[in-house]
């Protein structure tokens, strides 16, 4: 203890030879030796403007849609949402055809989409082999970047004639006791946007869910596969059990988004306003009305009435999104923003 | 937790209920062909998801290509019933309103991932991140009637400036998340460092934070540009449509999915082939912006980073 | 030359958890002063506090006085920008800024404070890097080579060198060889060695030797508190206190 330093201490090595120009002991600053806060604060500030904005936004839009549909809200009231007349020539709006056919176009694409997305979502995550993995999930990536406008021209000339010549007479002849597939097969109609739905939800509904099936820990499925299970044993009750919260969001959230999907609807529903029992008729949803007839609108109380729609439609996808956005959250802790692009 | 159904199966693993040989082995068949047909279910799911998108781009080549000329990307739109013209006019009206949303929406979108990166802290940051997603589920067509009544409306015409205004919004929480993200994932040492040669905060976050994230940023950017690229509800009564040239961002706009639109539900055949072509041009665009965020982002986006 | 630093009545705090009590300290002038004692015992919180890189830290804070020279770190008219120009900080991890070359992550503490004459900017550069005995090695390859792609030890050097370009009067390091092998841990020290004739150091380790080896004037801390500070030589042959005996000799930490 008594000679540590002794012990340790560097034998007096030579002085080396100082650095070349070894600066002046006042050395003339080159950099301010002042620094004001301000800059700082200017700068947090813009930041926090630009990120408060996000909720200015929302706010915008809300006060802009009340206040552009005032004029419907005064004339019509809440029997505006059960009327079931959408008649510009006499002034009278009701918009039940649309909120018809928005659900029930996006229903026609949840049933199909949902188990097409979990089997991707679930061959992916617990099938597929690796080399496989990454090709699919790119490709069902892409199928998430076509725009709207490009799946319904495909829809137009080749899904609406393909429907047209070989499904809807097979779905006439062997399910039209149900009364959902009667009626003149045009091939454009409520089952036609139903289907081109399907295929634009899937990629959200499968991506969300490979996020929340890959977020189930490994011990899960270790345990199940020790008690002796089958591959599908162990998916079924060591994952999919446990994802059960997040795969609901993610179809929620595919639900959020076929309820505001404009174009490729309005390009194969027919644009009718009715509400027919048959997936085989022609129909209207609300985002589909408002893009076809909002620059035709002759009137203020038409374009009030569109307006008004619109903001139904808000309201409900915000609910919706909501909704979806707490029961994702709750699994995956925050949504990467890559899904969503 | 241990799911309640494995504990109830480890129960019931104790005692094994009584069982002739064969109905154990009819069990056994029947539990391996449920795990057959499972795995054969997910691969048709699987195959049916990737069929349409072949299907889509098979059909956009075959019915496309054949109109893809030099006039077509250089003539303007001829009247009904003359062969020829192009869409030269809506690939400049696209390109000013998408560069008006650009500078709308990514300093904006920047801005606020940084916020949420740098200064944002508990309740309140939430709240934004979550607004930010709830902004991304609007439907384009209410953001569409938004741009109108904010813009169209005041200037009493349609307009570039307008369309430009409603996809920029659009571009915003998609950036802003992005950039979030990236900017968490550079290391506190390299801000320690920055501010400890006493560079001021704000220089730091610009010069050297986003510098380093900067590969993903600009990934971020290029992602909420292909997405809005293809965009149309929103221009239908923004940016309007236009026959002619316009390059005033005053003045009602062409723009390449509004022409797609037009073309796609008329009655004429010739711009039925024009609707292929454009379809084309523009899933070439999109799909390349994407496969190569794909590319750089497989390379491992924060080169510089960890 | 650098200046002496003046510590009193330093308090800290990480939200409700106080980390210092009571800190008071001289760090004379042009010498190396060493900071040791257990982990956990407050040695980087404490040097961290002297830059002001204590309140970075959500919901930290901290009470007291601390001089640099003539300038009040805490005092109102300071702001933390202007402190760290005049103290520069070596991190126990190296962190060159990854996506810059060598010479700009020299150069980044004057180009990113407004300072762009390119001839000034390569003298300042050299001679930092000929400080931080760096410049033989890198020399070829200054705007070439990414700042990342250096060894460990390489990196640290670099890292001095960013500092020293910004003139400062005090250097902190904060460990700064714990993580480099001792082949790169003597480079540094003997770089502490000759740095001393120029700046005023502090320099936090938790290996007591190097201690020994390094500095003139050591303090110990322990659990928040400075126990005793001295000539390095009386700490570690004669000391006062029985918990700083007690941690040299090794019964704890």
Known sequence: ?341 | ?306 | MGVGVQVEKLNAWFGATQALYDVAMNVPANHATAVIGPSGCGKSTFVRCLNRMHETVRDARLEGRVRIGSMEVYGDGTSATEVRRRVGMVFQKPNPFPTMSIYDNVAAGLKLNGFHNRRVLDEVVERSLHMAALWDEVKDSLKKKSGASLSGGQQQRLCIARALAVQPEVMLMDEPASALDPISTSKIEELIFELKEQYTIVIVTHNMQQAARVAEYTGFFLMGKLIEFDKTEKIFTNPSDKRTEDYITGRFG
């Open chain 1, 1 to 341: 203890m008594r000679n540590l330093v002794e012990a340790f201490r560097f034998p007096q090595q030579p002085k080396r030879e100082p650095a070349t120009g070894a600066p002046a002991a006042q050395a003339i600053p080159l950099i301010p030796a002042k620094a004001s806060q301000t800059p700082d604060y200017v700068f947090s500030g813009a930041m926090l403007f630009c990120g408060l904005s996000l909720v200015a936004i929302v706010v915008l839009i809300v006060i802009e849609l009340v206040l552009q549909s005032k004029l419907s809200i005064h004339a019509f009231g809440w029997s505006f949402f059960k009327g079931i007349n959408w008649d510009p020539v006499s002034g009278d709006f009701g918009a039940l055809p649309f909120i018809y056919g928005t659900v029930v176009s996006s229903l026609v694409a949840l049933v199909i989409a949902i188990p097409l997305s979990i089997g991707v979502a679930v061959f992916i995550t617990e099938m597929c082999p690796k080399p496989v993995r990454g090709t699919i999930s790119f490709l069902t990536e892409l199928l998430a970047a076509i725009p709207s406008v490009v799946f319904g021209l495909w829809a137009i000339f080749v899904l609406a004639p393909l429907l047209r010549t070989h499904v809807q007479p097979w779905l006439a002849k062997y399910l039209g006791w149900t009364g959902l597939f009667a009626g003149p097969p045009f091939g454009i109609g409520m089952l036609a946007a139903g289907v081109i739905l399907a295929i634009m939800i899937v990629p959200i509904i499968a991506s969300i869910t490979r996020e929340v099936l890959t977020a189930v820990p490994q011990q899960q499925r270790e345990a199940v596969l020790a008690l002796g299970a089958t591959r599908w044993e162990m998916i079924r009750i060591g994952v999919l059990r446990n994802a059960r919260t997040g795969i609901v969001g993610a179809i929620i959230l595919g639900l959020g988004r076929a309820l505001g999907e404009t174009m490729a609807v309005t390009m194969v529903i027919g644009n009718t306003p009715q509400i027919a029992k048959s997936l085989f008729a022609p129909g209207y949803t609300m985002a589909a009305v408002i893009a076809n007839e909002f620059t035709e609108a002759t009137g203020d109380l038409y374009l009030s009435a569109l307006v008004e729609i619109g903001l139904g439609l808000f309201l409900v996808t915000i609910v919706v999104n909501i909704l979806a956005g707490l029961l994702v959250w709750s699994v995956t802790r925050g949504m990467p923003a890559r899904v969503r692009a």
């Open chain 2, 1 to 306: 937790m241990p799911d309640d159904a494995i504990t109830a199966k480890a129960g019931t693993m104790g005692t094994p209920p009584e069982r002739s040989p064969s109905q154990q082995r009819f069990l056994d068949w029947r539990r391996k062909l449920t795990d057959r047909l499972a795995t054969g279910f997910a691969v048709l799911m699987a195959a049916l998801v990737v069929a349409p998108l072949l299907a889509v781009f098979t059909y956009l080549v075959v019915r496309g290509i054949g109109s893809l000329n030099l006039a077509f990307f250089t003539h303007l739109p001829v009247p009904v019933g003359e062969k020829g013209g192009g869409v030269a006019n809506a690939i400049v009206g696209s390109v000013m309103i998408l560069g008006i949303a650009s500078i709308i929406g990514v300093p904006w979108g920047i801005g606020a991932g940084i916020y949420l990166a740098e200064y944002g802290r508990g309740r309140f940051a939430w709240l934004l991140r979550f607004t930010a997603d709830v902004l991304n589920g609007v439907p384009s067509i209410v953001i569409g009637i938004v741009a109108y009544a904010l813009v169209v409306l005041k200037q009493k015409h349609f307009s570039a400036l307008s369309g430009g205004v409603a996809l920029g919004i659009m571009m915003i929480p998609t950036i802003t998340r992005a950039t979030e993200e990236v900017l968490l994932l550079v290391p506190l040492s390299v801000r320690e460092a920055a501010w400890g040669i006493g560079v001021a905060r704000w220089r730091a976050t610009l010069s050297i934070t986003l510098r380093t994230a900067s590969a993903g940023v600009i990934t971020a950017v290029m992602l909420a540009f292909a997405r809005v690229a293809g965009e149309t509800a929103p221009l239908l009564f923004t940016a309007f449509g236009n026959q002619f040239w316009n390059l005033n961002p005053n003045q009602p706009t062409a723009a390449l999915p509004l022409q797609l639109f037009v073309y796609a539900i008329s009655p004429f055949d010739e711009w039925h082939r024009l609707a292929w072509a454009c379809a084309l041009v523009l899933i070439v665009l999109i799909v390349g912006a994407v496969a190569a965020v794909r590319l750089v982002a497989s390379r491992g986006m924060l080169q510089g980073a960890s």
